[in-house]
T-cell receptor, first 112, second 112 residues
Framework: GENVEQHPSTLSVQEGDSAVIKCTYS??????FPWYKQELGKGPQLIID?????GEKKDQRIAVTLNKTAKHFSLHITETQPEDSAVYFC???????????FGPGTSLSVIP | EPEVTQTPSHQVTQMGQEVILRCVPI?????FYWYRQILGQKVEFLVS????????KSEIFDDQFSVERPDGSNFTLKIRSTKLEDSAMYFC??????????FGSGTQLSVL
């Protein structure tokens, strides 16, 4: 089955700096890659996603890149703000919609 | 904005007791999922449900677990005889058949 790895497990950045989180996946059949933000005591919230026929997607300060050949995908947050502090999960899904498999998460701290 | 609603938010039970966790999906969604998250760990897939039957389940989802949609609206997860290791946050997620999953705020289950 699919296995998603994620690095780093923790990340601290100064406010205004950029943050990058990297993930790898194992199943070449996966073709949808969402990113979720989880704040304390809440459920995961979808922040951006990318499909395998696209190499890059951007939404304001957040961007995601995908290298399907290498099975790598990354989240880039620019101009970080304290409210970006949370746990971020990458994930992968196959075409059947049967399940989304999560990475282990990255705890991001933005220091004012 | 429509959201997935889960009840109760917290559930405390004695080992060996049955618990039922409830979820109200977003109204036009057709795919339903349960995930769990043990404190500090990754979000783990339990089961997916479509067209009134299980689509896929993980190794965690053994004979002690069951799901149903008893009245066409609520989506429930039942654990027949809880164990200490069932203590976790349980998340319901729903989708309308595209890839985007929307998560509820979770039920914190504590088994004593």
């Amino acid at each position: 089955g699919e296995n998603v790895e994620q690095h780093p497990s923790t990340l601290s950045v100064q406010e205004g700096d950029s943050a990058v989180i990297k993930c790898t996946y194992s199943d070449s059949a996966s073709n949808y890659f969402p990113w979720y933000k989880q704040e304390l005591g809440k459920g995961p919230q979808l922040i951006i996603d990318i499909r395998s026929n696209v190499g890059e997607k951007k939404d304001q300060r957040i961007a995601v890149t995908l290298n399907k050949t290498a099975k790598h995908f990354s989240l880039h947050i620019t101009e970080t703000q304290p409210e970006d502090s949370a746990v971020y999960f990458c994930a992968a899904m196959e075409t059947s919609y049967d399940k989304v498999i999560f990475g282990p998460g990255t705890s991001l701290s933005v220091i004012p | 904005e429509p959201e997935v609603t889960q009840t109760p938010s917290h559930q405390v039970t004695q080992m060996g007791q049955e618990v039922i966790l409830r979820c109200v999906p977003i109204s036009n969604h057709l795919y339903f999922y349960w995930y769990r998250q043990i404190l500090g760990q990754k979000v783990e897939f339990l089961v997916s449900f479509y067209n009134n039957e299980i689509s896929e389940k993980s190794e965690i989802f053994d004979d002690q677990f069951s799901v149903e949609r008893p009245d066409g609206s609520n989506f429930t997860l039942k654990i027949r005889s809880t164990k200490l290791e069932d203590s976790a946050m349980y998340f319901c997620a729903t989708s309308r058949g595209e890839e985007k999953l929307f998560f509820g705020s979770g039920t914190q289950l504590s088994v004593l």
